[in-house]
């Protein structure tokens, strides 16, 4: 079982809708949570950052996690066909072996 | 613009030769991920180097080599390139001195060619 699962679509939604994206960890040793989203052969940039439980706002952007069923999630409202990319999650342990582990990413196309 | 330089932008070599990706990280981040992107494929994590030590690795060749320098910067060492090693090669810093901030930023990525 690898320690970060996500959902790796791809996923086709209309524009306006509501995204939802999803991944869920193993390790109780995971701290720090981010979503990444990726164009097209461009390096991943950071979109959100949280160490709690709970929602975290940013804009149309909202991060969800969930710590006691190891489940977070990224909600995207009123997308935008501009948001059509790869959406990666990570999480950083902060236990004896501090590293970075990355989902595998999931292709969302917004279709005007 | 994210802070993480990664040169060369593009890269053609041949089979059998052998190059280095460099990377300087962030200004203070003392940490360094190297990952290599194949077509169509997600992130694979080849290693991670703190504060000029190896912390931890992945899926690595052993034909890869890396190390990070006292002035933090890294360079990543690919020999006896094959077809198959052409792809993205990203490198991402996080952990700045004295900070507690684990989010790693990326860099534009090297576009490795073989042929």
């Known amino acids: 079982q690898k320690e970060v699962e996500q959902d790796p679509g791809p996923l086709s939604v209309p524009e306006g809708a509501i995204v939802s994206l999803n991944c869920t960890y193993s390790?109780?040793?995971?701290?720090?949570f981010m979503w990444y989203r990726q164009y097209s052969r461009k390096g991943p940039e950071l979109l959100m950052y949280?160490?709690?439980?709970g929602n975290k706002e940013d804009g149309r952007f909202t991060a969800q996690v969930d710590k006691s069923s190891k489940y977070i999630s990224l909600f995207i409202r009123d997308s935008q066909p501009s948001d059509s990319a790869t959406y990666l999650c990570?999480?950083?342990?902060?236990?004896?072996?501090?590293?970075?582990?990355f989902g595998s990413g999931t292709q969302l196309t917004v279709l005007p | 613009d994210s802070g993480v330089t990664q040169t060369p932008k593009h890269l053609i070599t041949a089979t059998g030769q052998r190059v280095t990706l460099r990377c300087s990280p962030r200004?203070?981040?003392?940490?360094v991920y190297w990952y290599q992107q194949s077509l169509d494929q997600g992130l694979q994590f080849l290693i991670q180097?703190?504060?000029?030590?190896?912390?931890a690795k992945g899926n690595i060749l052993e034909r890869f080599s890396a190390q990070q320098f006292p002035d933090l910067h890294s360079e990543l060492n690919l020999s006896s390139l094959e077809l198959g090693d052409s792809a993205l090669y990203f490198c991402?810093?996080?952990?700045?001195?004295?900070?507690?901030?684990?989010?790693?930023?990326f860099g534009q990525g090297t576009r490795l060619t073989v042929v």
């Open positions: 991402a810093s996080s952990e700045p001195k004295g900070g507690a901030r684990t989010e790693a930023f």
């Open positions: 390790n109780s040793a995971f701290q720090y």
């Open positions: 949280t160490y709690s439980s």
């Open positions: 990570a999480i950083f342990s902060s236990g004896s072996a501090r590293q970075l582990t």
């Open positions: 200004s203070g981040d003392l940490s």
């Open positions: 180097y703190y504060n000029g030590e190896e912390r």
